[in-house]
Structures are given as C-alpha cells and as structure tokens.
C-alpha cells in the first residue's frame, strides 16, 4: 500500500491544522492505522491509532487536543490537530499495519511559531 500525507504547513501557536492521508487502497479492512511524529533530534513518536472497527489511542502529549478519524469511502485518515503548540513542530508521518508488514508515508512538515 502506498500513503501519500498532506496537511503539513507553518502554524502559529494556539492554531489549527488538518493532516490527511491517502491510501492506495481500500482501508475498509486495514487493521490499524496511525500518526507518528518525528522531531529535530528526537526519535519517532506515535501519536494517534485508529482500528478497523474506529478504535482510537492517543498519546498523552496529544490527547484533547488531537483526534484521528477515518473516510472509508475515500480510503483516507486525518489527524485533526488543535490548541498547537511550539512542541508540536515535527514531520509527521502517516502509517498502516498489515500481515504484510509496516506501510509509511513520505511526511509532511509542521511547524509551529510562537
């Protein structure tokens, strides 16, 4: 499966922004599907899950102020992201689980200014 994430762009604090994710195939039957983040120096971070059935994790640095959600029909997941923070400046990855293995996208960059 190929993911192609977009959303990303520069954001002052206190802001919003949407992330999407297009999958190449249909997502109907994916188990899990997810955001990771990876900040300057730091390593990468998962932030939200959702599963098959719309079952949702979030991270406790994202929790109230992130929500991840699925369109079937247009095999997409979004991470609505708000209240930004300068902390939440990183690229952010998309991904999915499969028996087949680990699918990620190509990033897209966030950045926050105060």
């Known amino acids: 499966v190929q993911l192609q994430a977009s959303g990303g762009g520069l954001v002052q604090a206190g802001g919003s922004l949407r992330l999407s994710c297009a999958a190449s195939?249909?997502?109907?039957?994916?188990?899990?599907m997810g955001w990771y983040r990876q900040a300057p120096g730091k390593e990468r971070e998962p932030l939200a899950t959702?599963?098959?059935?719309?079952?949702?994790y979030y991270a406790n640095s994202v929790e109230g102020r992130f929500t991840i959600s699925r369109e079937i029909a247009k095999n997409t997941i979004h991470l609505q992201m708000n209240s930004l923070e300068r902390e939440d400046t990183a690229v952010y990855y998309c991904?999915?689980?499969?028996?087949?293995?680990?699918?990620w996208g190509q990033g897209t960059q966030v950045t926050v200014s105060s």
């Open positions: 991904c999915v689980w499969k028996p087949s293995g680990t699918y």
């Open positions: 959702i599963s098959n059935i719309g079952s949702t």
């Open positions: 195939e249909s997502i109907s039957s994916i188990h899990i």
